[in-house]
């Protein structure tokens, strides 16, 4: 099973971009699916959008489209989300999860990265 | 697009067994075998418990059951144990345009 670690906890100002990222070991990061999660304060969990990286096409939610990016390093079996225009409804815990493509469940979880938009 | 429907609370006493909804449309668990379900303790991350409706991911207990009928999927934990009071969110593939995974709200497991 895959194990997945992000990095740490960041503080943004409005208006600008984050870069969480979730490494991957112990799995073939290529063939599998990674998605990226969102869990505001006290809130469920949302679907931001994700990538299989052998292919690199990533696909998002709507909510996110033009503001989210998600890449996929096969190299070093790393996953980035780049978030811009940072809003305060952006602050939140962020998850990369993996799970096989075509399944749309995830049984691996990275450890979650906190995310904080404050002026 | 809305958030799968899941009550906000169920509690249950040790040893009873409870019964969490998730209620959905056609478009997503109507129409397609992939709800799955996660337990999530404070401040951790979530864990598979149930995929494909019915079955239950590597190392999770016999306690836990999955099920469909229609548009609303349910999770049944049976034999309670304090260690179950945690939240949980069920998920399903949707094929709305305007994305692919929907999740619930989640439910509150207390016990008693």
């Known amino acids: 099973q895959v194990q997945l670690v992000q990095s740490g906890a960041e503080v943004k100002r409005p208006g600008s971009s984050v870069r969480v990222s979730c490494k991957a070991s112990?799995?073939?990061?290529?063939?599998?699916?990674l998605s990226w999660v969102q869990q505001a304060p006290g809130q469920g969990l949302e679907w931001m959008g994700g990538?299989?990286?052998?292919?690199?096409?990533?696909s998002y939610a709507q909510s996110v489209q033009g503001r989210v990016t998600i890449t996929a390093d096969e190299s070093t079996g790393t996953s980035y989300m780049d978030i811009h225009s940072l809003r305060s409804d952006d602050t939140a815990v962020y998850y990369c999860?993996?799970?096989?493509?075509?399944?749309?469940?995830?049984?691996?979880w990275g450890q979650g990265t906190l995310v904080t938009v404050s002026s | 697009q809305s958030a799968l429907t899941q009550p906000a609370s169920v509690s249950g006493s040790p040893d009873q067994s409870i019964t969490i909804s998730c209620t959905g449309a056609s478009s997503d668990i109507g129409d397609y075998e992939s709800v799955s379900w996660y337990q999530q303790h404070p401040g951790k991350a979530p864990k598979l418990l149930i995929f494909?409706?019915?079955f239950r991911a590597s190392g999770v207990s016999d306690r836990f059951s999955g099920s469909k009928s229609g548009n609303t999927a349910s999770l049944t934990i049976s034999g309670l144990q304090a260690d179950d009071e945690a939240d949980y969110f069920c998920s399903s593939y949707t094929n709305s345009n305007d994305l692919e995974v929907l999740f619930g709200g989640g439910t509150k497991l207390t016990v008693l």
């Open positions: 999860a993996s799970g096989v493509p075509g399944t749309y469940y995830f049984a691996s």
């Open positions: 494909g409706v019915t």
């Open positions: 990538i299989i990286p052998m292919f690199g096409s990533p």
């Open positions: 112990g799995g073939t990061f290529g063939s599998s699916s």
